[in-house]
């Protein structure tokens, strides 16, 4: 009973919608726009105080064109000169500008290489300075060492064998001419040679026949002491005392 009550709802629906849908509407009835005829055309009325059959306009009167082109050709010739007359100064003042600034950099450039100089100069110099006093140091120390040695190898007037062999006789010529090596006068009394300082007998100079050569050397001569020899005139010495008590002199730092 249900079910057919279902099918005929639907079947009423259905119907309900086609007959909805075959209803007829007409197409609406046509109306052509009204006419409005143009207006009528009215040429225009002649001017009261100028007819149109009398007027002329005046006569355009043409310039010579040969005059024209003529001043034409010097405003430009002019414009252009002044162009170039600018241009010039502009260019002369860059130019002027350019050398100006150049000439102030090359200045400062030579000042500041100038600078750098000294600069390199005076560290060289101090450089320099420090190694000769660092050389002077070890030389001074090394009189130093040499002197004590001397003094504990000297006994009675002499030093010992052992100690003459190693700093004296003809094997160890006494160097006047190289700095650092020796401390006194070239050719002349006192002068510190192999740890000690020597001196010449009183009123004994140097010989004017060896001449200002080295070469010379410290011998020991039996029943004569301790002599200044030269082997280019063996029959030539010069009588020299050791001083033990004589401290050595210290070469002075060079100042910077």
């Given at each position: 009973?249900?079910?057919?009550?279902?099918?005929?709802?639907?079947?009423?629906?259905?119907?309900?919608?086609?007959?909805?849908?075959?209803?007829?509407?007409?197409?609406?009835?046509?109306?052509?726009?009204?006419?409005?005829?143009?207006?009528?055309?009215?040429?225009?009325?002649?001017?009261?105080?100028?007819?149109?059959?009398?007027?002329?306009?005046?006569?355009?009167?043409?310039?010579?064109?040969?005059?024209?082109?003529?001043?034409?050709?010097?405003?430009?010739?002019?414009?252009?000169?002044?162009?170039?007359?600018?241009?010039?100064?502009?260019?002369?003042?860059?130019?002027?500008?350019?050398?100006?600034?150049?000439?102030?950099?090359?200045?400062?450039?030579?000042?500041?290489?100038?600078?750098?100089?000294?600069?390199?100069?005076?560290?060289?110099?101090?450089?320099?300075?420090?190694?000769?006093?660092k050389a002077?140091?070890?030389?001074n120390s090394?009189?130093?060492?040499?002197?004590?040695?001397?003094?504990g190898a000297?006994?009675?007037?002499?030093?010992?064998?052992?100690?003459?062999?190693?700093?004296?006789?003809?094997?160890?010529?006494?160097?006047?001419?190289?700095?650092?090596?020796?401390?006194?006068?070239?050719?002349?009394?006192?002068?510190?040679?192999?740890?000690?300082?020597?001196?010449?007998?009183?009123?004994?100079?140097?010989?004017?026949?060896?001449?200002?050569?080295?070469?010379?050397?410290?011998?020991?001569?039996?029943?004569?002491?301790?002599?200044?020899?030269?082997?280019?005139?063996?029959?030539?010495?010069?009588?020299?005392?050791?001083?033990?008590?004589?401290?050595?002199?210290?070469?002075?730092?060079?100042?910077?």
């Open positions: 009973m249900k079910k057919s009550l279902m099918w005929m709802t639907i079947i009423s629906f259905c119907i309900a919608i086609g007959t909805a849908q075959a209803q007829y509407h007409p197409a609406p009835v046509y109306h052509p726009p009204a006419y409005h005829p143009a207006p009528a055309y009215h040429p225009p009325a002649a001017h009261p105080s100028r007819p149109a059959s009398t007027y002329h306009p005046p006569a355009r009167q043409a310039a010579p064109r040969q005059n024209q082109t003529r001043q034409n050709n010097t405003v430009r010739n002019n414009n252009n000169q002044r162009n170039n007359q600018h241009n010039a100064d502009r260019n002369q003042h860059n130019n002027q500008h350019n050398a100006d600034r150049n000439q102030r950099n090359n200045q400062h450039n030579a000042e500041r290489n100038q600078h750098n100089a000294n600069r390199n100069a005076t560290r060289d110099h101090a450089h320099s300075v420090r190694n000769e006093n002077r140091h070890v030389r090394q009189r130093h060492r040499d002197y004590r040695a001397a003094r000297y006994r009675n007037g002499r030093f010992n064998d052992r100690y003459y062999a190693g700093h004296f006789g003809p094997s160890h010529a006494v160097v006047f001419s190289t700095p650092g090596l020796w401390v006194g006068t070239p050719y002349a009394s006192p002068f510190w040679w192999g740890g000690v300082q020597w001196g010449f007998g009183p009123g004994i100079f140097w010989p004017d026949a060896w001449g200002l050569g080295d070469g010379v050397f410290i011998e020991d001569l039996p029943g004569v002491g301790y002599v200044l020899a030269d082997p280019a005139f063996p029959d030539t010495t010069v009588p020299v005392v050791a001083d033990v008590d004589a401290q050595p002199t210290d070469e002075p730092d060079q100042q910077q």
